[in-house]
């Protein structure tokens, strides 16, 4: 990693700068057959955070947390200029691909049966036959993570050998399941990748790629749902002001990269 390992936003910690430090972390702890998870931390998180005594808990425990959104990696230089945008969506193929080099048995958790056998076929297309994928399950929509279900879910996943598993399954409930695996000391890495699964199979469109090289993702999204994401990227607007405002304070007082 990088030498400075750590910076806070909004009292919340990134330990991972890049998806390249990011693939190397996971796959050198899977392959030691440690229990560790990974968060994507974004603005909407931020916003739940501040809400949700669960989702702190969780985020405090977690082993490896990434930037995940264009406001938050900018945030995050203000402390360590070696942050990068790093996504769930992102990270997924190649850390596929790394994982069926390195022989490391996958668990896809999450979306849709459809969905999960489209990508599976797509990913042993992809790695040539390589990947071993130790099981896959699309969970009931009620599905709680601090249930008996959540616990028979994590034994299977447990009993499959599995080192990797990527959680499919939104914000909070995909972190929340991967803390309750993270307590159980299962020997697998929980991948928090959200609607990664559903972008590769067209499932649910990503913005093109223009938009995400200019870090504004959000702006095609609240243009394709502006019902349904209009009030959540409001509050996730006027947070990110708090803390801009924040930083700019600090500056002026000669407190640059404050954790707030």
């Known amino acids: 990693m990088s030498q400075q390992q750590t910076c806070r936003r909004d009292g919340q910690r990134i330990n991972v700068a ?59 230089r203000r402390q360590w200029q070696e942050v990068e945008r790093t996504t769930g ?8 691909e790394a994982a069926a080099k390195s022989n490391l ?62 959680v499919m399954l939104g914000a909070p409930k995909q972190e929340l399941f991967a803390a309750r695996a993270l307590e159980r000391g299962i020997p697998c890495g929980f991948v928090c990748v959200g609607a990664a ?11 093109p790629q223009l938009f995400q090289k200019l870090g504004v993702e959000w702006l095609w999204r609240l243009g394709s749902h502006p019902r349904r994401l209009g009030m959540r990227y409001a509050r996730c607007a006027v947070l990110f002001a708090q803390l801009l405002a924040a930083d700019a304070k600090n500056t002026f007082q000669g407190q640059p990269g404050s954790g707030r």
Do not use: W
């Open 18 to 76: 890049s998806q390249a430090e990011a693939l190397d972390a996971i796959v050198s702890a899977a392959a030691q057959g440690r229990a560790f998870n990974v968060f994507t931390l974004n603005l909407d998180h931020l916003v739940k955070l501040r809400q949700d005594p669960a989702f702190r808990r969780a985020y405090s425990k977690a082993t490896f947390v990434t930037a995940d959104g264009a406001p938050v990696a900018m945030l995050a």
């Open 89 to 96: 969506a992102d990270l997924f193929i190649p850390l596929c």
């Open 105 to 166: 048995p996958i668990y896809l958790f999450g979306t849709e049966d459809a969905v999960l056998d489209t990508v599976s076929q797509r990913l042993a297309r992809d790695t040539a036959g390589q990947i071993s994928i130790a099981g896959t399950e699309a969970p009931p929509r009620d599905f709680s993570p601090d249930s008996a279900e959540a616990d028979a879910a994590l034994d299977r996943i447990r009993d499959s050998g599995a080192r990797i598993c990527f």
């Open 197 to 207: 699964a559903d972008f590769l199979t067209g499932h649910q469109i990503r913005a």
